[in-house]
């Protein structure tokens, strides 16, 4: 099975900040590499997908990028709203899908 | 709008059965691919099982043998059936719709989730 392993696990950051989290898959999973942003008590949310393919209404300071085996998500310019934990999914082996442990951003 | 809207959570023992349902609007489930996706208290997500349009199934390991995945058309919902349980399948359950555009596969649609909690 693929394994998912992200970094950092928790993030602290100020309003304004960049943050980048990185996403490694344990062989090469091409492009099929997608983000989410969970809240407490909600579900997962969306953000991109293939990569670096924005999902509609997300907000342009979300951008991903990477192949093979590693990838990243850059949220720019920070805002309140950016809380959250942040889970990467690969899609190379379907019909089995796998998720990262989580990052955890907390806004200082 | 698509919407997911599951239902079916709750207490039950170790070793009993509980059935979720997920209802969808909006959407077709009989023209998309479902999933089942878990989330145990304080930790990450599993993903569970997924239905394909075609009818095809596949289940997590952890799962497998005791979860089955089905739908009803004419209802447009998707069922869990959970036989079997064992404490480590308390979490959250989440309905995901898996939106697939050529080779990319995305969950782009996501329930509320229902609490299972397996106790005695």
């Known amino acids: 099975d693929i394994q998912m392993t992200q970094s950092p696990s928790s993030r602290s950051a100020s309003v304004g900040d960049r943050v980048i989290i990185t996403c490694r898959a344990s062989q090469s999973i091409n492009t099929f590499l997608n983000w989410y942003q969970q809240k407490p008590g909600k579900p997962p949310k969306l953000l991109i997908y293939?990569?670096?393919n924005l999902h509609s209404g997300v907000p342009s300071r979300f951008s991903g990028s990477g192949s093979g085996t590693d990838f990243t998500l850059t949220i720019s310019n920070l805002q309140p709203e950016d809380f959250g934990t942040y889970y990467c999914q690969q899609s190379y082996s379907t019909p089995v899908y796998t998720f990262g442990q989580g990052t955890k951003v907390d806004i200082k | 709008e698509v919407q997911l809207v599951e239902a079916g959570g709750g207490l039950v023992q170790p070793g009993g059965s509980l059935r979720l349902s997920c209802v969808a609007s909006?959407?077709?489930?009989?023209?998309?691919?479902m999933n089942w996706v878990r989330q145990a208290p304080g930790k990450g997500l599993e993903w569970v099982s997924v239905?394909?349009?075609?009818?095809?199934?596949y289940y997590a390991d952890s799962v497998n043998g005791r979860f089955t995945i089905s739908r009803d058309n004419a209802k447009n919902t998707v069922y869990l059936q959970m036989n079997s349980l064992r404490a480590e399948d308390t979490a959250v359950y989440y309905c995901a719709r898996d939106t697939r555009d050529g080779y990319k596969s995305y969950f782009d649609s996501w329930g509320p989730g229902t609490l299972v909690t397996v106790s005695s």
């Open positions: 239905l394909y349009d075609d009818g095809f199934t």
């Open positions: 909006g959407f077709s489930v009989r023209n998309n691919y």
């Open positions: 293939a990569s670096s």
